[in-house]
């Protein structure tokens, strides 16, 4: 039995988890990891994509700086969490205010010490991309849509940087990445209506608090009807192997996605319809594999 000291210790632990979003930042890494492998140097062996030391530094400089931005968007949205998220908010305040804020300057500082490794234009990429993070937290998020637009991103930034560091920018990749930003967008969307109670309170000026629910959802079904065509253009114009299958069955969800969005009505069914476009982005992390089964066959057997 732990005694209340160290009860308290892994209390704190486990409100740091919460904090930074531990596993959003392990998904993160295992799919900069798994396009890597699969799609950005599908002919390199194995061992040399993994146990390359500048991939493993950009990877583990990108999860630091996310982390931080974690921490400090949590720093900012403290009141407003409180009321829309009372439970966890309650597990994130065991660890100070203080506490997250030294915290947030020790990743940032060890990522950006990370990127000196690899160039001097790494650098100026984190530190960019930290700057972002902050100035997204502090003042742009604030800003009905373009606030959003700036969050989907960041949050496709780190994969930017794997693409630029292979040297790989074929089209069939920028329709993977715009289907990608436009379900994150909409999830963003998705997430201002859930806390509306919350950004009312500490006067947010959102899309569903300026303009009504109605126009909020108008919104995120015309973008759902847009990340219906990256889906059929990788399905019929490229090879994406059996990757076609998760194409398809996400269209499917996302064609009933708009059904249940033009029923909800409250924070519950918000929720569910937060939890769908989740679904559909980690499924796309482990369909990866998809695009060519003998690759990876013949690569991890």
Known sequence: MLNRKNRLLLYKLLSLF?????YNILMITLAQYLASIFILSPDLPLSQVVFDINLFIIVTASALVIAGGYIINNFYDAEKDLINKPTKSMLDRLVSQRFKLTTYFILNFAAAFLASYISFRAVLFFSAYIFGIWLYSHKLKRIPFLGNIVSAILAIAPFFVVFVYYRNFE????????????????????????????????NYKTLPILYGPRMSKLIIGILIVLTLVPAWLLTNQFDVGYMYFYFGASSLLLVIFIFLLWKAKNKKDYVWLHN?????IISGVFSILLIDVDLVLNRIL
């Open 18 to 22: 919460s904090v930074v979003r531990g």
């Open 171 to 202: 089209t069939v990749i920028f329709f993977h990445a715009l289907f990608l930003f436009l379900l994150i967008l909409a999830r963003e969307l998705i997430k201002d209506l859930e806390s509306m109670a919350g950004d009312l309170a500490q």
């Open 276 to 280: 769908i476009l989740k679904l559909i």
